[in-house]
């Protein structure tokens, strides 16, 4: 084997090892998740979690309203039974002009913000997603728990079609639309922490 036929060979195996080595730390850091205690309330923070991209950043970007249904839930272990859960509701619009997004929380208290980019709606959304501690009581002292966070894109309204326009292939297509729609996308599954003494 030449010099120059083994050179040929050690540039792409030097690759494949950078990949390999950055591949944990990448699936390291989608998971840097943390909880803290403000108040009487519990709070997730997940500076890494990312959920403003493909469809509904583009959905976003056709000028579109997008309703966004955040749930989250405190677990007694990994995939175990539900201590506590809370559920919040964005509105997501895009301003074309500014490229920046505006975010509105259902009530009560209704919130909103704007002028933010992707990464700080993400951010902003989660912050606002709090659990009483008054519900995390049956958990125990100093006992460990897990959380997860799932996301959904809510179905929006469509105008009604006319009575006379029913057929069988638009009732197909609008109960797979509306099962594609109900699933909920994993973003953050985590543990174990306990709470502050």
Known sequence: MTAENLHGRVRPAR????????????????????????????????PTVTFIEGDLLKR???GLSV??????????????PVV?????????SFDLWEERIAVRAAGPPARSV????????????????TLPLAELTQLGKDAPFWVAMRY???NQARPA????????????????????????????????FRLPN
Do not use: Y
């Not at 950055?22 to 997940?46: D, F, I, K, N, Y």
């Not at 955040?70 to 995939?79: D, P, T």
């Not at 326009?165 to 174990?192: M, Q, Y």
């Open 15 to 46: 690759a494949l090892a950078a990949v390999l080595l950055a591949l944990p730390l990448a699936v390291w850091s989608r998971q840097a998740v943390t909880v803290s205690v403000a108040g009487a309330e519990l709070h997730v923070q997940a």
């Open 114 to 129: 704007s002028h933010l980019r992707p990464g700080e709606v993400e951010a902003w959304c989660i912050r606002n997603l």
């Open 161 to 192: 079609e006319e009575p006379s326009s029913f057929s069988l292939g638009r009732l197909i297509e609008s109960l797979s639309r509306r099962h594609e729609n109900a699933d909920f996308v994993k973003l953050i599954d985590a543990g174990p």
């Open 152 to 154: 959904r894109v809510a």
């Open 60 to 62: 976003l970007r056709d």
């Open 84 to 92: 506590a859960r809370a559920h919040a509701t964005f509105t997501l």
């Open 67 to 80: 309703p966004l249904e955040i749930g989250l839930a405190v677990l007694r272990r990994s995939n175990g």
